[in-house]
């Protein structure tokens, strides 16, 4: 049995055996084997197999926040924040999810284009990660530290007609 590829190589098989001839390596992408084989009268047959192979993908996504900002840190007077950004993929992003210091998650609406609304932060810093997930199991982050200090509270001035002695600032 002799067999001939796509990409011109060729040899023979000992025996006819689909193991063997399974056993050919396959080195391209998609690859065409034509395996022909001959009796000792002079009959042959041929026969083509057509074998795609699909190499793992083992590249990461890459994924980056843009609103409200592209920088690492953000500073705000808002109890919450809504994130947003992109994702990207050599195959396809497809799942974004977010996590907070704070102990929220959660998932972002959308894969290459994504967003997520309201993260609730608590005062001082709440760090956010992202993390951009493909279907090969490939994820990558990127993330964004808040630092939520609220508005000081108003202070009220004291009535006029306060008498002078009971208008100690509070």
């Known amino acids: ?21 399974l056993e050919i390596s396959v080195v391209a992408v998609k690859l065409k084997k034509t395996v022909t084989a001959k009796d000792a009268a002079g ?10 192979y699909n190499p793992p993908d083992t590249a ?11 920088s690492s840190t953000y500073a705000t007077e808002s109890s919450s924040i809504n994130l947003s950004g992109s994702a990207s993929d050599n195959v396809g992003v497809s799942k974004v999810t977010w996590v907070s ?8 609406s959308g894969t290459s284009s994504w967003s997520v609304p309201g993260i609730a932060l608590l005062e001082g810093n709440n760090t956010i990660t992202v993390t951009a997930k493909d279907a090969a199991g490939n994820q990558s982050t990127d993330t964004l530290t808040v630092a939520y200090n609220p508005p000081a509270p108003e202070t009220a001035a004291p009535p006029a007609d306060t008498p002078p002695a009971l208008r100690r600032p509070c």
């Open 1 to 21: 049995v002799t067999w001939v590829n796509s990409k011109g190589d060729s040899g023979k098989i000992g025996r006819a055996s689909c193991r063997e001839i």
């Open 43 to 52: 009959n042959q047959s041929t026969d083509t197999l057509t074998v795609a």
């Open 60 to 70: 990461n996504p890459a994924i980056s926040i843009t609103g409200p900002t592209s």
């Open 101 to 108: 210091s704070t102990g929220n998650s959660g998932t972002a």
